[in-house]
């Protein structure tokens, strides 16, 4: 078992730039069910063995796909959302980094409508080791296990991931929620899908400064069966200075790292480093 993504996911990808290009070649090569590219003038696109549309609306007119996974530049990435949720997508990947604020905002409006659920933007996708890989992220370091992986950043998200294959362990899926400042999903939903899934048995969410997404989790926290590890990161960042992503600026008190520790220090356990988190898994005996 795995959450959002696993075998039988069938995705298209929107955006066959360069980097589209690429990634989409890595998926299949991973055995991600990748059926259809999508790429308004093209009608194919070299090395892909895959059908090319000009619109997701066309492809899925010619084939069956649940998911889309969307490079599209930022100033035109809203619009393809919406495409691919007009289609009938219930799944977006948004790898795009740094979409409008008005533009995404106006998106996670309508996708709400319509329970289309979108990871990103500014995300290095999802993986569900062994099963589907829909994203950027180097597939080699994740082990199939039973850790639930959610982080804001994609590097600390391979961090961990790596930290934990070298200690043995291995993951149910892994996915980043993105960087930027207004996100699709939030931790609290995504903690709500490992909560259900059988295979998850304890959960890592890595978090950062700024916004108040990780706090906004505590409810969900303590409503859990399944322990909670979170790391914070950025505790010596200085306030209103922004760190790498869109989001990760300390506007006010409650958004530094510091904060954040504090809070969820009440409802689980709390890593003061990453490698604090495997003497958390060995005391928790997973």
């Given amino acids: 078992m795995s959450i959002l993504i696993n075998t039988s996911t069938k995705a298209i990808v929107q955006g066959l730039g360069k980097q589209g290009i690429l990634h989409t070649k890595l998926c299949l090569q991973y055995g ?5 590219g999508v790429s308004f003038g093209k009608s194919y696109v070299e090395g892909l063995d895959i059908p090319v549309f000009n619109c997701a609306n066309q492809a899925l007119q010619h084939v069956q796909a649940d998911t889309s996974l969307i490079f599209v530049p930022a100033n035109s990435a ?76 994609g590097t600390l998200m391979y961090e961990i991931a790596l930290q934990l294959k070298e200690a043995g362990y291995g993951i149910s899926t892994a996915l980043g929620i993105g960087g930027d400042a207004v ?14 899934d059988p295979q998850t048995k304890c959960v890592i969410m890595i978090g950062e400064i700024g916004g108040i997404l990780e706090t906004q ?30 989001g990760a600026i300390v506007s006010i008190k409650d958004e530094s790292a510091q904060a954040k520790i504090e809070a969820l220090s009440n409802v689980c356990l709390v890593a003061k480093n990453p490698f604090e988190i495997n003497y958390f898994l060995r005391s928790l005996s997973i």
């Fill in 32 to 36: 991600s069910k990748i059926v259809a």
């Fill in 78 to 153: 809203a619009d393809a959302i919406l495409e691919a949720q007009d289609a009938g997508i219930k799944l977006a990947i948004v790898i795009t980094e740094g979409i409008p604020l008005q533009d995404m905002l106006k998106v996670k409006a309508f996708a709400q409508k319509s329970d289309m659920k979108i990871i990103g933007p500014n995300t290095p996708g999802i993986i569900s080791p062994n099963e589907c890989k829909l994203g950027i992220m180097p597939e080699q370091i994740f082990n199939k296990g039973n850790i639930g992986l959610v982080s804001r950043s």
């Fill in 183 to 196: 996100l699709g999903m939030s931790f609290a939903e995504v903690l709500n899908f490992f909560e259900d």
């Fill in 217 to 246: 989790a505590i409810d969900t926290i303590k409503s859990m069966s399944k322990k909670v590890i979170a790391y914070i990161a950025g505790k010596n960042a200085p306030k209103q200075k922004k760190m790498g992503h869109a």
